[in-house]
């Protein structure tokens, strides 16, 4: 839903997966947070990308998925 990759030089890539506009479900909020915490301890990385896959980038929050806003919020 949100895939981490180690770039070259000194960047981390977070790509936003969730078809077919790569909205952003609490999954994808997870997937998000998982790869910012990886990207933090990492000390090599200077800069963070985040893109969506398949050419788009995200059409926001996923309509019908009321929980994202309660995570946005809520977790630390
Ligand atoms: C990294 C950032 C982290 C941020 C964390 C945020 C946490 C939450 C906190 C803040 C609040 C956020 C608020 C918002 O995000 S407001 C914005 C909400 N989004 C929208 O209003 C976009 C609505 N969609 C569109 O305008 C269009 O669909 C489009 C421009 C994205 C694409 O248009 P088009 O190419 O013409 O395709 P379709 O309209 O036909 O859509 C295709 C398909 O995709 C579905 N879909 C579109 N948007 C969403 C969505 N937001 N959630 C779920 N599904 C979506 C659409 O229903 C179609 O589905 P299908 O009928 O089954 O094919």
Redesign the pocket.
Known sequence: MAEYTRLWNCLALIR?RNP??N??STAV?HG?KAGLQKALTDHTVKAIV?CGADGKF???????DSS??YN?QCSP
Do not use: E, H, N, Y
């Open positions: 936003l077919p506009v909205s952003i909020l998000i985040i995200s059409a926001g929050v996923q309509v019908c994202v806003f946005a």
